[in-house]
């Protein structure tokens, strides 16, 4: 199989929201454009603007897969991970791990010392591959208006989080 990671652009949009929209149905969970997904209507003002990335991951030329990184607001040397999401036909693939390794490398590669991110908590089967890269829950946060379902916040020191074989 022929993986490429490529740089996400506003162009790219509708796809990106397809395929979140796709994940979110597994959940019953819709994009709230006007809340927690506010940052997906301009990823450019809101990942590259901010000194961060956001990327999409294609397979024969197929959307699969995005994940970003940036910079952690008001946390010196933390950088936060957000949309890690892979179509439901490539989980269990490398797809995943391909994404996280090049969050993790982006992370290195701009002298972070941190990495933290938040996961539904009813996300079972990725917090266990967040694991096994090293990453560990730290606490559950409670659901709220601006997000309406309860998450575990994860973190990372960048110096011992590796790929799994």
Same mark, same amino acid.
């Given at each position: 199989?022929?993986?490429? &990671? ?24 819709? &994009? @709230? +454009? @006007?809340?927690?997904?506010? @940052?997906? &209507? @301009? ?11 956001? *990327? ?13 990184? !940036? ?7 933390? /950088?936060? +991970? ?7 036909? #490539?989980?269990?693939?490398? /797809?995943?791990?391909? !994404?996280? =390794? #090049?969050?993790?490398? #982006? ?7 941190? &990495?933290?991110?938040?996961?539904? $908590?009813?996300? *079972?089967? /990725? ?5 096994? +890269? ?15 379902? =309860? ?8 110096? $011992? ?5």
């Amino acid at each position: 199989m022929n993986f490429e &990671i490529r740089k996400a652009s506003n162009e790219d949009l509708e796809d990106i929201h397809l395929l979140i929209s796709e994940c979110y149905s597994e959940v019953n969970a819709q &994009i @709230d +454009f @006007d809340g927690y997904d506010d @940052d997906l &209507i @301009d990823i450019e003002k809101n990942y590259f603007a901010k000194g961060g990335e956001f *990327i999409l991951l294609e397979a024969n030329g197929l959307l699969i897969g995005t994940q970003s990184a !940036l910079p952690f607001p008001q946390k010196n040397k933390v /950088a936060l +991970f957000k949309r890690l999401y892979v179509h439901k036909k #490539w989980r269990g693939t490398k /797809a995943a791990k391909i !994404l996280m =390794e #090049w969050a993790i490398n #982006w992370a290195l590669n701009n002298k972070f010392e941190k &990495i933290e991110f938040f996961s539904d $908590s009813q996300s *079972i089967r /990725a917090h266990k591959f967040f694991n096994k +890269f090293g990453f560990l829950k730290k606490e559950l946060i409670p659901a709220s208006l601006k997000i309406p379902y =309860e998450q575990y916040r994860f973190y990372g020191e960048v110096s $011992s989080l590796s790929p799994f074989k």
